[in-house]
């Protein structure tokens, strides 16, 4: 089964428009979790411009307390970024159950690239075991378009709990002739990873439309991850219509 992890990035966006904490990010992020979602992500970024690291705590917080005994299912928190100083000691002080690392520069809009495995190896392998040590799973960001024999070698060495697929080209093939040749590179890299027993993420431009496709073509996909195009959608069809449509989909693809 697929779970569904929402960003709540774009809350924190609106949120810091206006300087205060309207609306509250973690009072919103109990309402997703109480819709079904079984998992919250967070970006935070250098500048803070939506996600701050004081929310990172408060989130942890909330996630742990939804998975007490009262509670009937279990729920993920997962902390993305690129792994600088700062962002590995934010998640030494607020261990999240899942680390997604992205190459991203500082003052990217959006994670808009996989990792280079090969010409980051040996960085990723000492980043890998200290969250590691610290009981956190990793998930890398890959590329399926460029994930090739050296790649998937660089994969095979560094083993992390996870990859995560970026999606983007997948949600723009898909309206088009491109859809089927394009997926079945995220279906190519899925069953690698699979067989070498590490799990498959996905994110990036995941919407209504399009991931049930997707799910059915990759099901080895254990977690997406989806913000944007969530929110946007819930613009129309309110906040809890929404997720719910999501969590319907990720059980039965």
């Excluded at 569904?4 to 992020?29: H, I, Y």
């Excluded at 934010?90 to 010409?119: C, F, K, R, Y």
């Excluded at 024999?149 to 898909?174: K, N, V, W």
Aim: proline share 6%; hydrophobic share 40%; net charge neutral.
């Amino acid at each position: 089964m697929t779970h569904l992890s929402v960003n709540v990035n774009k809350l924190a966006t609106l949120r810091n428009s206006r300087g205060k904490n309207n609306p509250d990010v973690t009072k919103l992020a109990r309402k997703i979790l109480s819709y079904g979602a079984q998992g919250i992500t967070v970006h935070p970024r250098p500048d803070e411009r939506h996600i701050r690291a004081s929310d990172v705590p408060l989130l942890r917080a909330l996630v742990e307390s939804y998975n007490g005994p009262d509670h009937q299912h279990s729920v993920e928190f997962n902390v993305e970024g690129y792994p600088s100083t700062d962002f590995l000691r934010l998640l030494a002080q607020h261990p999240p159950h899942q680390a997604t690392l992205v190459p991203d520069p500082p003052d990217a809009i959006t994670s808009n690239a996989g990792w280079d495995l090969v010409a980051n190896k040996d960085f990723l392998a000492g980043v890998l075991a200290r969250l590691g040590a610290a009981g956190i799973r990793v998930s890398l960001f890959v590329e399926p378009a460029k994930f090739d024999r050296a790649q998937e070698e660089a994969l095979a060495a560094l083993r992390p709990g996870r990859i995560e697929l970026y999606t983007e080209a997948f949600a723009e093939a898909f309206p088009t002739r491109e859809r089927d040749k394009v997926t079945e590179d995220y279906a190519r890299v899925a069953r690698f990873a699979s067989d070498l027993g590490i799990g498959v993420n996905a994110g990036h431009d995941l919407s209504q439309e399009n991931l049930r496709f997707l799910l059915q073509r990759v099901p080895q996909i254990k977690e997406v991850s989806i913000g944007h195009a969530l929110i946007c959608e819930a613009l129309e069809q309110g906040l809890e219509t929404t997720v719910k449509n999501y969590v319907a989909i990720v059980l039965k693809p």
